[in-house]
């Protein structure tokens, strides 16, 4: 920046102020010491005032931004870069396209100028472009003309770079100095991917009863949906926190619902409920299904040792012992706390390791007698067996919130599953069903869940299906995963997650890229009435 000529004159008359105070004042050879230095610190103070840019305006208007200081007017537009991945492109073929379109622009003689930037925050690149002019008036046909330019090289982009995306977006309100010197090395990335789908008519059928959502490749759209004989092979629902899981387990719950399928919702944080009214029975704290231990012993005691093991996580000894006290439970038609001391009591201590397990047990299954436990299991006012079919004549949502031992909701929600799939067994219900686990990364521990695993291979032939929810996938067990043969897989975050969704679904590295890049909505679905699995997006509940 030049100095004003407005401020030779305050300088000369601050030196010669100065110099005459010092001749005065002081002795003439310390003046020539000091005189200088104190000259040398004014004028530099009002030179770097003088060097500050002061930005008199800042305008946006329809896209464009105008910068107005010193009688000078810098126009231009901001703009993100979006790379879109087909099947037959990668990544190398955008990169390729971006620095051929960087060659073109640079050959053209132009009085534009081209900034692009790459940000690196958080491990993620971000590349942007600014196209700019400095113009000496911001008249509006001025900027017709720099709109008619910008469009200009937007077609041209087009033409040299179809797989690049040049979005028009509002400039940051951050202010940054720009280089007045580069290198000699361009870094040219386009780090934000958008991917498209192959839709044809073989890929996308129109074999499907509940519609899920839409899938769309340029102009092109089609409807997107599973067939309701498919759900007895189960459904899985993933996705990372906030990504759209909840609304796509509605829309499956209340369309499966419509069409006859009774849904029966283990509702894990007590959501569903104030979300789906309409066609659905709600049990909650006020209106317990409660369970009589003696029943579940009755019908199974090996699931039951398998369920209380899996969840308290019981040793093989204590599962051996679990077994034989269930069974004189049985034989004395009590279950309460002072039945199962008695019990204890009288398995012989034939070492110090048999006391060692049985005390260790008797910690661990105290659970089952605690005052929260006698609100959800009773010998007394209970519902048995035969009243099950009663409580299922329709769709139903089970409320799980209100039960705040985990351990404990773990266990009421396995019991109840085992006795709604015990009474279709018995009684020969054959109403299709949907059974939905929200949260179900709660009911696997490290080593699984054997009776979950069971059932995954077996109830099908009762017509009944499971539907795991979980922003965890990699929680679950591989039998479980293998087994959902309907996948809807919304934003998964987790490399982990990630790498277990590929696994048991085989995706291709173009589908693999594209699982952390989702939009909220968007999900990759696999469904046996599809060929591959495809990106859609899902229809949102009103």
């Known amino acids: 920046m030049k100095m004003n000529k407005n401020l030779w004159i305050p300088i000369l008359l601050i030196i010669l102020g100065i110099g005459f105070l010092f001749h005065n004042l002081i002795n003439i050879n310390l003046m020539f010491f000091v005189f200088p230095i104190i000259m040398i610190v ?76 790459t940000i690196v925050e958080k491990n993620k690149l971000g590349s942007s472009i600014i196209i700019y002019r400095i113009l000496q008036h911001s008249t509006d046909i001025e900027l017709d003309s720099f709109m008619e330019e910008v469009n200009n090289l937007l077609v041209l982009a087009k033409a040299i770079a179809p797989h690049l995306e040049f979005k028009i977006i509002q400039p940051s309100k951050n202010v940054l100095p720009i280089p007045m010197a580069f290198g000699n090395y361009p870094f040219l990335t386009v780090s934000e991917i958008t991917y498209t789908n192959p839709i044809n008519s073989n890929i996308v059928s129109e074999d499907f009863d ?92 090996e699931d039951t040792v398998d369920i209380i093991g899996d969840v308290l996580q019981l040793t093989d000894p204590q599962r051996f012992l679990l077994y034989t006290i269930l069974l004189k439970l049985k034989s004395y038609r009590k279950f309460s706390i002072n039945q199962l001391l008695e019990v204890i009591n009288s398995i012989e201590d034939t070492s110090y390791w048999m006391r060692d397990v049985k005390y260790a047990l008797l910690r661990k299954i105290f659970i089952l007698f605690t005052p929260t436990a006698s609100k959800l299991f009773s010998t007394v006012d209970e519902t048995s067996l035969n009243d099950f079919p ?59 869940n054997e009776f979950i695993d069971r059932l995954a291979s077996e109830i099908r032939k009762y017509n009944i299906g499971l539907c795991f929810i979980t922003q965890s996938p990699s929680l679950l067990s591989q039998n479980v995963l293998k087994n959902t043969n309907i996948k809807i897989i919304h934003s998964i975050k987790s490399d982990v997650d990630k790498k277990a969704i590929r696994d048991t679904l085989s995706l291709d590295e173009r589908l693999t890229q594209s699982l952390d890049k989702l939009d909220v909505g968007e999900a990759i679905i696999s469904a046996p009435n599809l060929k591959i699995p495809i990106i859609i997006k899902i229809k949102k509940i009103s």
């Not at 200081?69 to 537009?77: A, E, F, K, L, S």
């Not at 997107?224 to 459904?235: L, Y």
């Not at 104030?274 to 009589?292: A, C, H, S």
């Not at 919130?401 to 396995?414: A, D, E, H, P, V």
């Open 390 to 448: 009663d409580y299922l004549t329709s769709s139903t949502i089970i409320n799980l919130g209100f039960i705040s031992n985990l351990k404990l909701r773990k266990l009421y929600s396995l019991f109840l599953i085992k006795l709604i799939v015990e009474s279709y067994i018995r009684y020969k219900i054959n109403q299709q069903t949907l059974i939905i686990l929200d949260e179900a990364q709660n009911y696997f521990n490290r080593e699984g």
């Open 210 to 301: 509940v519609e899920i959502g839409e899938a769309t490749n340029g102009t092109v759209t089609s409807r997107v949906g599973i067939r309701v004989k498919d759900i007895t092979r189960h459904i899985g629902i993933f996705g990372s926190t906030g990504s759209g899981k909840t609304n796509t387990a509605i829309l499956l719950a209340s369309q499966l619902n419509a069409k006859g399928v009774k849904v029966i919702i283990l509702d894990w944080h007590g959501e569903y409920d104030q979300l789906l009214k309409n066609g659905f029975r709600i049990y909650d704290e006020k209106t317990i299904v409660k369970i009589n231990p003696l029943h579940l012993i009755d019908l199974d005691v």
């Open 42 to 117: 004014v004028i530099s103070f009002i030179f770097r005032n003088s060097l500050k840019v002061k930005i008199n305006k800042f305008i946006l208007k329809n896209g464009i931004f105008q910068i107005m200081y010193d009688n000078t007017c810098i126009c231009g537009v901001a703009m993100k870069i979006t790379g879109k991945i087909e099947p037959t492109s990668n990544k190398n073929d955008i990169e390729k396209e971006l620095k051929d379109f960087i060659n073109a622009i640079a050959r053209k003689d132009s009085e534009f100028k081209f900034i692009i930037f």
